[in-house]
């Protein structure tokens, strides 16, 4: 939805016109600046950055593509400093010459003192590597005497023998960026398709170049086609609530290999579908090939019954993985190993799922993968078909034509109740000869939240009452992570008290175990701060609203709004209307939807007169939860009309004696 079309036009010898920049030289304009003008709250500018990716020949690895890079950066504020810290990231093969490496980084930061730029060059000791996974290493490195004013570089080349992968190269950041460039070599052999993202334009220029490599003694002369993509006074695409993946959003340009040709010796090509991807994942040794194990044979005989329904048995197989494996922390698309993660007790989320899927087989139902870029990861290219931007995969079974969906790796979660994370709008399923393709999992469940609330005024004229709550689906396993997130349940308990203004008593809960796809809670309470006295009495009847405040409190928004599932709240509050008081004013009634099938919000309340008591009703349902930049007016003022609503009073009134 935000790719829009590459304007390429053929202009030689015709560049834009360039800041002169020279590693290792700074102005003494750009140490002055304490404010960027085009963004005066911005903590940090990138002053200048490029890249230039060419392709080479070596003896040792053949055809490799060297990146350079070189970055500067003005930190503003305190809180510009986090840009003083960087990382890259690259990629260790099983063998030297499938492995990618960085040479020649080097940094400095510069100050302004008395009058004069100082220099730190950035040392040895400010350097270090560490390790992310089996194939992937990182290079660490934090800039010396940084601080509000200075400015920092580096560079660095990278060198890469996957010489059909061509890194994106995003040009915006959170922070403004006053310059970029890409200048991007490729032999004629090679052809990429290219494509932009993001919401800012980005200029494009082709041209044609000779070069060669040198083969040994000999030299191959070719033609390559040269590219530059250049953006300036880009805008900080700033961070913002309800975005799964800031990254989806951010302009870039993204390169897919579709063929590699030497005429008349070659010709090999890599335009590629998703049902090749679905082919090459099940013949791959730790994925498609991990999914046959029959290791529960002796749990079966006692787990199973044949009364049971599919279902049931499903569950039960569901809850004996999980029980038999924990969750290493480690999100994989690869199952390793999964016969060792059950002999030790602990693997990944992709051994665990390859288990999960293994046991159903062995049931006898047709359990399959569904694989998937998690949210927090970015989208997948739907129009590009490729394992590389998959990292991750749930399970799935069929019953009665309507998929069961489950994540064995999850703590809290339960049958077709999934980590939020992998609730993606594209996953794709993957069934070998069946029919496979793409699959919404957002909208698998509807998640409720059903609250009943008794107020009266006790015999110290203090409000008190009861709470009593249900959440089934995914509200569920939110709660869940959240009181399993505090240290304790009296850490709870007072977070509760503080966060709602009362004091708690006789709190239980039933059904927050890691294994209940439903979770209850319920206490007493007092609102110390609502009391009997005086002619007037004047309180919210709703003390636990739904929403605080507006989540949405700027006037435009740049980026979509993207919530995490679909979901139905009710909240029931009955009021004893206290002796010797009358009801003199309610809050008025409303509603309000969003297209009514969309999201809605209804707010009822009535004084039942003979019993002197008054009831609320709330219900608030989203059950959309993708809208566009150009629905956040309507969005926003229908949150504007629930926090509103939610801050209303009740009057009581003294009766004359």
């Not at 090939?289 to 005989?301: D, I, R, S, W």
Request: net charge negative; charged share 25%.
């Amino acid at each position: 939805m935000l790719i829009s079309l590459i304007l390429i036009f053929s202009a030689p010898n015709c560049l834009s016109q360039q800041p002169k920049v020279k590693f290792g030289e700074v102005s003494e304009d750009d140490l002055k600046m304490t404010v960027y003008d085009k963004d005066p709250e911005a903590s940090a500018v990138v002053l200048y950055e490029e890249k230039d990716t060419r392709y080479d020949y070596n003896s040792f690895t053949g055809i490799v593509v060297k990146n350079r890079y070189f970055v500067r950066i003005k930190i503003l504020t305190n809180d510009g400093l986090e840009y003083a810290d960087h990382a890259i990231a690259y990629y260790i093969g099983k063998t030297r010459a499938e492995s990618e490496y960085i040479t020649g980084l080097s940094g400095n930061t510069y100050n302004l003192v008395n009058g004069k730029i100082e220099k730190t060059k950035l040392s040895k000791e400010n350097i270090f590597e560490e390790k992310v996974s089996e194939r992937i290493t990182r290079t660490k490195f934090a800039f010396p005497a940084v601080q509000p004013g200075s400015i920092i570089e580096y560079k660095y080349e990278l060198t890469s023998p996957r010489d059909g992968d061509l890194d994106d190269y995003v040009f915006q950041r959170s922070i403004p960026v006053k310059y970029s460039k890409y200048e991007l070599y490729i032999p004629e052999y090679y052809s990429f398709s290219k494509e932009t993202k993001g919401y800012e334009p980005i200029k494009i220029v082709q041209d044609k170049t000779n070069q060669s490599f040198l083969i040994g003694s000999n030299q191959l002369n070719f033609t390559a086609d040269k590219y530059l993509f250049e953006v300036s006074d880009l805008p900080g695409l700033k961070k913002e609530n309800y975005v799964w993946c800031m990254n989806d959003f951010m302009t870039r340009v993204t390169f897919e290999l579709r063929s590699f040709t030497i005429p008349g010796v070659v010709y090999k090509d890599f335009i590629n579908s998703w049902e090749n991807v679905d082919k090459q994942l099940l013949e791959y040794s730790n994925f498609g090939k991990q999914f046959n194990h029959k290791l529960f044979k002796e749990e079966f005989a006692t787990l199973l019954t044949p009364e049971m329904s599919e279902p049931e048995k499903i569950s039960k197989i569901y809850h004996l993985v999980r029980s038999k494996v924990k969750w290493n922390d480690e999100n994989t698309l690869s199952a390793n190993n999964p016969k060792d993660a059950l002999k030790k007790g602990i693997g990944t989320s992709g051994e665990i799922n390859a288990l999960l899927i293994s046991a159903l087989r062995e049931a006898g139902f047709e359990a399959y993968p569904v694989v998937m870029s998690l949210r927090n990861r970015g989208r997948i290219p739907v129009s590009h078909p490729t394992i590389d931007y998959l990292n991750y995969y749930i399970v799935a079974v069929d019953v009665e034509g309507k998929p069961i969906y489950m994540d064995a790796s999850a703590k809290y979660g339960d049958l077709n109740v999934l980590p939020p994370v992998t609730m993606c709008d594209f996953a794709r399923s993957v069934k070998g000869n069946r029919s496979s393709g793409w699959v919404n999992l957002t909208n698998i469940t509807k998640s409720t939240e059903i609250a009943a609330v008794s107020l009266h005024f006790n015999e110290e004229g203090v409000l008190a009452g009861t709470y009593n709550q249900n959440q089934s689906g995914e509200l569920g396993y939110s709660f869940r992570n959240n009181y399993y997130g505090h240290k304790d349940q009296q850490d709870y308990i007072e977070k509760q008290e503080s966060a709602n203004n009362i004091s708690i008593s006789d709190f239980e809960i039933k059904g927050a175990d890691h294994a209940a796809s439903k979770a209850t809670f319920g206490f007493k309470f007092t609102k110390n701060d609502v009391t009997l006295g005086g002619d007037h009495i004047y309180f919210n009847p709703l003390i636990f609203p739904i929403f605080k405040e507006n989540p949405f409190k700027s006037e435009k928004r740049q980026l979509p709004v993207e919530f995490s599932y679909p979901y139905e709240q009710r909240i029931n509050v009955n009021i004893k209307v206290p002796d010797g008081y009358s009801v003199e004013a309610l809050p008025d009634p409303g509603k309000i939807s969003l297209n009514e099938k969309e999201a809605s919000f209804t707010y009822l309340i009535e004084h039942n007169k003979e019993a002197n008591m008054i009831n609320l009703n709330i219900r608030y349902n989203l059950n959309k939860i993708l809208y566009s930049p150009l629905e956040y007016e309507h969005l926003r003022e229908f949150f504007s009309y629930i926090t509103t609503s939610n801050t209303n009073q009740l009057v009581l009134k003294k009766v004359s004696e």
